[in-house]
């Protein structure tokens, strides 16, 4: 087992939002948890992920949401405390702050598959975004 404060986990600040780990993948078999933190005015990156599905549970502030799913669908959406939202996996989605506070979630990262290979613990993973995020936007 595994127990840790909701607000003492350990501190991974990107260019848009604050990742605080709650339970790293490397202490599960197939799931991690951390902690967003996304400042108002600011929105996650637009992502997508092959290897994991998401749940989120939004704790405080408000939110906007972008999911394109794999299929063409564009979906937009509000997010606002005690909602929860499932992203599945090869769905590109991007978060934004759409208030004048923080706005906070949990998210549990699930792993089908078991944990990624190519980045087995969260400071892997870290390493990677920021490398991905150091990168220039492509033209679509």
């Known amino acids: 087992m595994h127990k840790i404060g909701?607000?003492?986990?350990?501190?991974?600040?990107?260019a848009t939002h604050i990742n605080e780990m709650l339970l790293p993948r490397e202490q599960a078999e197939?799931?991690?948890a951390f902690r967003v933190i996304v400042k108002p005015g600011l929105q996650t990156h637009l992502h997508v992920h092959t290897d994991t599905e998401q749940?989120?549970?939004?704790v405080s502030g408000r939110?906007?949401?972008?999911?394109l799913h794999a299929d063409g669908r564009r979906e937009e959406f509000d997010m606002a405390p005690e909602d929860v939202i499932h992203v599945p996996r090869n769905t590109r989605h991007q978060i934004s702050c759409a208030g004048d506070v923080d706005l906070i979630y949990l998210c549990v990262d699930g792993f089908p598959k078991g944990r990624p290979a190519d980045e087995p613990t969260w400071d892997d993973h870290y390493a990677a975004v920021l490398r991905l995020q150091a990168q220039p936007a492509k033209k679509t």
């Open 55 to 58: 749940l989120y549970f939004v």
């Open 30 to 32: 197939s799931i991690e």
């Open 6 to 14: 909701f607000t003492r986990g350990k501190r991974y600040s990107f």
């Open 63 to 67: 939110g906007r949401g972008l999911f």
